[in-house]
C-alpha cells in the first residue's frame, strides 16, 4: 500500500507509529489493558500476528505478549536508535513497525513482545 493510501487509511498515531516508527505514550493505547479472546492483526496489511491467550499484564503500558504462534508473519530488526541496542519488532508481510521485543517476559518463552497499540487492530473470537 502506498504512503498516501496509508494516510488516508490510518491515524495520525497508526501512521506515525507504523510507518514513522514512532511509540505511542504508555498506557494511553487501546489494547494496553485489553483482554478479551481474539487475535491482533497489523493494522495496515491485516496480517495475524498475535493471539489473546499469550498476552500478559506487563505493567509497561503498552500490550504485551509472551509468544506468537504466528510468527512467519514477524520480522526482528537490529534498531540502534535512542542510544540503545534493541530488536525492532515488524510485520513481515508489509514492513510496519510493531514495537520491540525483549528478554525479560514470563515463562516459558521468557520473552515480551511490547507493541503499539496503533500497530494492532483487535479480531474477537465469534461466539455462537
Known amino acids: 500500500m502506498k504512503n498516501d493510501d496509508l494516510q488516508n487509511k ?3 498515531m497508526q501512521f506515525y507509529v507504523t510507518q514513522q516508527k514512532g511509540t505511542e505514550p504508555p498506557f494511553t493505547g487501546e489494547y494496553w489493558n485489553h483482554f478479551e479472546p481474539g487475535t491482533y492483526v ?3 496489511c491485516g496480517a495475524e500476528l498475535f493471539q489473546s491467550d499469550t498476552k500478559f499484564h506487563s505493567s509497561c503500558g ?3 505478549f509472551f509468544d506468537s504462534k504466528f510468527v512467519d508473519n514477524i520480522k526482528f530488526q537490529k534498531d540502534l536508535s535512542h542510544g540503545m ?3 525492532e519488532v515488524l510485520c513481515k508481510k508489509c514492513g510496519a ?3 520491540h521485543v525483549f ?3 514470563p515463562e516459558p518463552t521468557g520473552i515480551r513482545y511490547c507493541i503499539n497499540s496503533a500497530s494492532l487492530k483487535f479480531i474477537p473470537i465469534k461466539k455462537g
Open 85 to 87: 541496542v534493541r530488536t
Open 10 to 12: 490510518l491515524t495520525n
Open 97 to 99: 513497525h510493531l514495537g
Open 42 to 44: 497489523c493494522v495496515c
Open 103 to 105: 528478554n525479560d517476559g
Open 62 to 64: 503498552w500490550p504485551s
